[in-house]
């Protein structure tokens, strides 16, 4: 979900070293004027200084935001004076931020502190030396390399505007940067071949296999040469003949040619040296690093043991509601048999990619219809069903989500993947859409992002325990929203859920117990009815990106308690569009801080129910 935003999360985007600059005048301001600003009034700077000097210093995040005013920057993402200048800003606002009287904030400020210092320090900790040894080598991956995820930023169907003259002259310059940071990435590769750090053979496979696509056919097939094969009406014949020579040289002559360079490296040089054991624990410095990863994507404490025994005891569970499903539909054999039937039977697949649209379509306007039952707050953003681009499907997920604009502007759009149609089960159609679209990601990031009283970085920014903990959420919203009557579409809401839950436990079966990719495949074709395809996909962005799938789960179960909490608590007087609101309207945040403010909502929703019985005498 949200490709650039997980990317940011492991690269940081950078400018120019000359026109670098760090959080350090900003926030010593904001320390300065401590003594006479109001606590609030400092806290409010030091998130605008903050915002400003991010911006700075990663140009693209303007860009997804609807910012085009430094849109020919790409950043290096990948130099040691980015980092370096990461490292000063985080430690530059931590300063500033201690320096404010946090008891002297409203509630909701409160929990702006709690957040931005979480973020900073997990932010902080992430540039410390031992564990930059072990990410920094490992540039990209074949589940969010910029290789790919810059190709499509050029290609006029993703963030960045192709609708004036600056827009393509922009994106021009930004070919050449592209250029530039494939050729780094063979030097940071070549850093790790040195130390022992270096991506699994699987990887690197899969990242060689992306490197054929966006230079097969040639220039003229190169999906970065879509924006001049149709221009706005505006636009001069000139300038249009101008541009496509500019274009045809920028892909021809250097775009591809590093692609093809970073393909070679890989294919001759890397892929020999590369590791045959998937998991972190193999590498150097990998089991710290994984440490890091499974608290700075769960935002809890839990250890990878700890998170492997929940994950085993929520697919007991879930076990227990697919049997239930299986006596409902009448199903004569033994789950491995149920589960095959739900593999291959032509009933529960799509006759076509477009049929796989329409049922979403379908799904959506059943939803949109009962949705005003559960919140009192709803998006304006517009939302759009996509297929997943062509060059990508092969190793995306099943579905995904890509924030709009806060003005609307351009759409929050919701991706779903037909490659391999006939590995594609209709039956998940329900409980996908309910995550990735509404009342999912689409109402998290929208909502956020639409509240211009939060500051940037919770309307922007955010966790994946938050974020995927709520699509999670989401799913199990289907029965109060009408969903899951077919008792097919609940079986394909346990088999989301069950994906979940053998994430905990696969991710960290591989990458702290040493489990083997096919190890990893068979325990999820054991335990849920999902094809080889799938499950295979699966585990092989757990490789890619370890600690990042464990999020949902956490985030979800912490979610779904806090629920329960509230529920026990107000009983009767539990109004579950307040308890939404209230989870939602502030960004996402850490499980700890988002605890916090769920406990001081319903203290003060008992206060008031208990006021209100003794003004009327009850």
Not at 306 to 335: C, P, T, W, Y
Not at 414 to 427: G, I, M, T
Not at 498 to 508: H, I, K, Q
Not at 562 to 587: D, P, Q
């Amino acid at each position: 979900m949200r490709a650039f935003l997980l990317l940011a999360a492991s690269l940081i985007a950078i400018v120019p070293a000359a026109a670098q600059t760090t959080m350090a005048p900003a926030a010593g301001t904001g320390t300065a004027q401590a003594g006479t600003q109001t606590p609030a009034a400092a806290l409010s700077a030091l998130f605008a200084a903050s915002d400003a000097d991010s911006l700075k210093r990663n140009p693209l995040y303007g860009l997804f935001r609807g910012d085009t005013s430094r849109a020919d920057q790409l950043g290096e993402m990948i130099t040691d004076a980015a980092f370096a200048a990461e490292k000063r800003a985080a430690e530059s606002e931590l300063g500033a931020l201690a320096a404010i009287d946090r008891s002297a904030l409203t509630a909701d400020e409160q929990v702006s502190y709690d957040t931005f210092k979480w973020q900073r320090e997990t932010d902080l900790a992430g540039v410390q030396p031992d564990l930059l040894a072990a990410n920094l080598p490992r540039p990209i991956d074949h589940f969010f390399g910029f290789h790919n995820f810059i190709a499509e930023l050029q290609s006029g169907e993703s963030a960045a505007p192709f609708k004036s003259l600056k827009d393509y002259e922009d994106a021009l310059k930004r070919h050449d940067q592209f250029a530039l940071l494939l050729d780094l990435s063979i030097l940071r590769f070549r850093q790790g071949m040195k130390t022992g750090v270096v991506q699994p053979k699987l990887v690197v496979n899969n990242i060689i296999d992306q490197l054929n696509t966006p230079t097969t056919g040639g220039t003229d097939a190169s999906i970065m040469m879509k924006p001049v094969q149709k221009f706005p009406n505006d636009i001069s014949a000139a300038d249009q003949a101008r541009l496509k020579a500019a274009y045809a040289k920028a892909v021809g002559e250097r775009v591809n040619p590093a692609l093809l360079r970073l393909r070679d490296f890989l294919k001759v040089e890397y892929l020999p040296v590369a590791r045959e054991a998937p998991g972190l624990g193999a590498m150097p410095g990998g089991p710290a690093l994984y440490r890091y990863l499974v608290a700075a994507n769960t935002t809890t404490s839990l250890t990878p043991d700890e998170i492997h025994n929940i994950g085993l005891s929520d697919v007991a569970r879930i076990l227990k509601g697919m049997d239930e499903v299986q006596a409902r539909v009448g199903f004569k054999g033994d789950r491995a048999a149920f589960f095959t039937q739900l593999r291959t039977d032509p009933r529960f697949k799509f006759a076509s990619a477009t049929a796989m649209g329409d049922a979403f379509r379908d799904t959506g306007k059943s939803v949109d219809a009962v949705i005003g039952q559960l919140f009192d707050t709803l998006p304006k953003s517009p939302l759009e069903i996509r297929p997943v681009p062509p060059h990508r499907e092969k190793t995306d997920a099943g579905g995904s989500y890509q924030g709009g604009t806060p003005d609307g502007s351009r759409p929050g759009i919701f991706y779903y993947n037909s490659y391999d149609l006939p590995s594609r089960s209709n039956y998940g159609v329900e409980t996908l859409f309910l995550h990735e679209a509404v009342p999912g990601h689409h109402f998290q990031v929208s909502l956020a992002q639409e509240n211009e009283k939060l500051p940037a970085f919770q309307r922007f920014g955010g966790n994946t325990a938050f974020a995927e903990g709520w699509g999670l959420y989401a799913e199990s919203l289907g029965p109060e929203l009408g969903m899951f009557k077919d008792p097919y579409q609940l079986q394909g809401r346990y088999e989301d859920e069950m994906l979940r839950a053998l994430r905990l436990v696969v991710d960290t079966g591989i990458h702290s117990k040493g489990w083997g990719r096919d190890q990893s495949i068979d325990y999820m074709l054991a335990n849920s009815s999902m094809s080889r395809t799938d499950a295979t996909a699966e585990v092989e962005r757990y490789i890619a990106i370890p600690g990042q799938a464990l999020a949902y789960k956490i985030g979800q179960l912490t979610i779904s308690r806090l629920r329960a909490k509230a529920e026990k608590a107000l009983g009767s007087n539990f109004n579950i569009k307040h308890f939404h609101r209230e989870v939602l309207m502030t960004g996402a945040l850490p499980m700890a801080v988002l605890e916090a403010k769920i406990d001081r909502w319903i203290a003060g929703s008992s206060c008031a129910v208990g006021t209100r019985m003794l003004r009327d005498g009850s």
